[in-house]
């Protein structure tokens, strides 16, 4: 399957997946050479180049590394195994998006340990993956791709780095990858009530004993009602707030992603 022709049959938009991107650039402050390991059309490339931050890409899709060059980047085509093989601390950053999950567990830890290779020691990392907390990946946006194999989580991410020889290891979500929630939230809020209020007279036809039993139930029957509405305020209250609390988070970010930096070499005793 072309991973182009998918993109293009599915709508993905070039410029959104930029947006989401740019999230990722500051991360590279200060490197001068970075490799994105499954550049796809080149977004980050570009978004790394806006910065003035010099990038090249490797993928294994002919349309996409095609599409890459006519933008004017610097992308090979090539099995990214393979390239990194062959490229031994050779980049003081290298980042992957979207490109772990269509791997199983041994060939994506493969992966990481061939990209720790590839860095110069103390260059960076960054893998950026779907978010298996989001409910809108696990509906249906995971399915879409017919090349996917599981998800990894920010933990699972962390551990895998770790074991491929990173350290400094920090991760979280893109908030420019969000799916939004299915309904307002606000429109959840409850708006406060003020306490009932009776009507301040009786009858001035009735007697003092009249008027008197005819207020004390007054205030009697309000005080009830008060307690009563109140109660189900509070209670409509802590449902409102619970379902958006719920709509929080399953409506979280759809992408997550994991960073690390290659250690520095021991200082001589």
Not at 76 to 94: C, H, K, T, V
Not at 160 to 168: K, R
Not at 192 to 209: F, N, S
């Amino acid at each position: 399957m072309s991973e182009a022709s998918f993109y293009s049959f599915m709508g993905f938009d070039s410029a959104r997946a930029r947006k989401a991107r740019a999230f990722y650039v500051p991360l590279f402050r200060g490197c001068r050479n970075v490799l994105d390991v499954g550049c796809g059309r080149g977004e980050f490339l570009e978004e790394l180049g806006a910065a003035g931050i010099p990038g090249v890409g490797v993928d294994q899709d002919a349309e996409m590394v095609a599409a890459a060059r006519k933008a004017g980047l610097m992308v090979e085509l090539a099995d990214a195994f393979a390239f990194l093989r062959r490229s031994p601390s050779s980049f003081d950053g290298i980042f992957s998006a979207h490109l772990i999950e269509h791997l199983p567990y041994d060939r994506a830890a493969e992966l990481l340990g061939l990209c720790c290779q590839a860095l110069r020691p103390g260059g960076r990392i960054v893998v950026c993956t779907p978010n298996s907390a989001s409910l809108p990946t696990l509906q249906h946006q995971f399915w879409w791709e017919p090349t996917h194999v599981r998800l990894y989580d920010i933990e699972l991410l962390r551990f895998m780095l770790a074991e491929a020889g990173f350290t400094d290891l920090a991760g979280g979500e893109n908030p420019d990858n969000h799916p939004g929630s299915p309904v307002d939230l606000e429109a959840l809020t409850v708006s406060k009530i003020e306490p009932l209020r009776g009507p301040r007279r009786v009858v001035r036809r009735m007697g003092r004993v009249g008027r008197t039993l005819a207020n004390t139930f007054r205030r009697s029957r309000t005080e009830q009602l008060d307690q009563r509405t109140q109660a189900d305020h509070h209670h409509l209250t802590v449902v409102a707030e619970s379902l958006k609390e719920l709509l929080r988070q399953l409506y979280v970010s759809s992408e997550v992603y994991v960073s690390g930096r290659k250690s520095e070499p021991a200082a001589p005793a």
